[in-house]
Nanobody, 132 residues
């Protein structure tokens, strides 16, 4: 079992920055893919940024150059640094993990040998609101 708790959401003006954190606890797997996903009202959930156990990172095209995903293994924490925020970045942001062999990060999502991974564990999410 893996537990994920997000923090760092809030409201900022367009052009501002936020850093989201995801505290990870429970069984620590050696092979995994983790990341950040978001869902805006009336829209489908989308992958934002992911990182796998090899350290490979991936981003959705809409956030490339503005968002950075990174982890602090000593603190068991996953981060998402968000810069140059836009109103269209407003959404609930969720931390998620897929913990099995063969998971890898690509285009802001996690994949398994059969395709896009549905993710095994999810946090409750944090709200990010960007005003223009």
């Amino acid at each position: 079992q893996v537990y994920l708790v997000e923090s760092g959401g809030g409201s900022v003006q367009s052009g501002g920055s936020l850093r989201l954190s995801c505290a990870v606890s429970g069984y620590i797997y050696t092979s995994y893919c983790m990341g950040w996903f978001r869902q805006a009202p009336g829209k489908e959930r989308e992958g934002v940024a992911t990182i796998d156990s090899d350290g490979t990172t991936s981003y959705a095209d809409s956030v490339k150059g503005r968002f950075t995903i990174f982890r602090d293994n000593a603190k068991n924490t996953l981060y998402l640094q968000m810069n140059s925020l836009k109103p269209e970045d407003s959404a609930m942001y969720y931390c998620a993990a897929s913990v099995a062999w063969g998971r890898y990060a690509s285009d802001g999502n996690c994949y398994n040998p059969e395709g896009r991974d549905p993710m095994d564990y999810w946090g409750k999410g944090v709200l990010v609101t960007i005003s223009s």
